[in-house]
């Protein structure tokens, strides 16, 4: 079992940059595909990032496709995502997941982290 927390979030003029961390308060990284997921108020979560746990492999949203990028020390039990030219439409609360396999498909994993909020003004 993993228990994950996110952090980095917060107030951000569009254009500009966060780095989001998701770490492992309890197990670890090993074996698990990682996810970040977003949800905006009134919205569907909708998926942002994904990245195996061999080799690295990435797939993205296109709506945050070249500005989002995510990254993972398992050393380290952790997971990043360097969101850059943020827009106001980037303004979510995005929580991090884990499962056995990369998806882009929200049930596929197993453990969530309460979400850390990101609000970027015009």
């Known amino acids: 079992q993993v228990q994950l927390v996110e952090s980095g979030g917060g107030p951000v003029q569009a254009g500009g940059s966060l780095r989001l961390s998701c770490t492992a308060s309890?197990?670890?990284?090993?074996?698990?595909?990682m996810a970040w997921f977003r949800q905006a108020p009134g919205k569907e979560r909708e998926f942002v990032a994904a990245?195996?746990?061999?080799?690295?492999?990435?797939n993205y949203a296109d709506s945050v496709k070249g500005r989002f990028i995510a990254s993972r020390d398992d050393a380290k039990n952790t997971m990043y995502l360097q969101m850059n030219s943020l827009k106001p439409e980037d303004t979510a609360v995005y929580s991090c997941?884990?499962?056995?396999?990369?998806?882009?498909?929200?049930?596929?994993?197993?453990?969530w982290g309460q979400g850390t909020q990101v609000t970027v003004s015009s």
């Open positions: 990245i195996s746990w061999t080799v690295g492999g990435t």
């Open positions: 309890k197990g670890t990284f090993t074996g698990y595909a």
């Open positions: 997941a884990a499962g056995m396999l990369r998806s882009p498909i929200a049930s596929r994993y197993a453990y």
